[in-house]
């Protein structure tokens, strides 16, 4: 049995009304793998998946949360039980909520962040890939580079079509050995663009 994918697309609907604070808030989506048999075989490594991203809510009368708001982020990242761990994406730039005229100026980092742990071994952006197509079409290839990545890139985007929206793709990987376990674990984040 060949490699399959295996996609599942669920939309969510959230009542911010329901939610105890005005203004800053963080919204986290989290997705989980679980072993189909107990207890887990010798080769099963538990992943979670998952994305957060500041929203800003009107909720009048509602108080702000409390400590100090941090600043906007938006992180896509996979988490693997021991050896691996934490691989993330963190955007510091704001999401385009408008069209993108000339460059597109992107600040993020793909770096590791808990010492003593694998850290990152590649990064990779690229403008509207296609990984499961045949052959795979990497996309417009911004950056492809071992280790991690930290600063800014100027996308130029004035060669791009202004009739349809632009993916902006984000990885970092993390491939680690552990006896007979070899495996990538990887954060991704899809930034969607119009130009």
């Not at 280790?147 to 202004?162: M, P």
Request: proline share 9%.
């Amino acid at each position: 049995m060949g490699n399959t994918e295996c996609k599942t697309v669920v939309r969510l609907t959230a009542d911010t009304t329901l939610f105890p604070y005005n203004g800053p808030n963080q919204i986290k989506i989290l997705a989980y793998t679980s072993p189909l048999t107990t207890p887990a075989p010798s080769n099963y490594m538990a992943a979670v998946a998952g994305a957060f991203s500041q929203a800003v809510l009107n909720n009048p009368g509602k108080p702000l949360p409390p400590g100090e708001v941090q600043p906007t982020v938006t992180v896509g990242y996979g988490q693997l039980v021991l050896p691996w761990d934490y691989a993330n994406v963190r955007l510091r730039s704001a999401l385009p909520t408008a069209a993108v005229s000339g460059s597109m100026v992107v600040d993020f980092t793909t770096m590791g962040q808990i010492p003593g742990l694998p850290g990152i071994t590649g990064s990779f952006v690229s403008i509207d890939p296609a990984f499961h197509a045949s052959p795979v079409d990497k996309g417009n290839v911004i950056l492809d580079q071992a280790g991690g990545f930290d600063g800014k890139l100027t996308i130029n985007t004035a060669s791009l079509d202004a009739s349809k929206p632009h993916k902006l793709f984000i990885r970092s990987d993390q491939l680690v050995s552990s006896g007979s376990l070899v495996g990538t674990n990887s954060a991704a984040l899809i930034i969607i663009f119009t130009v």
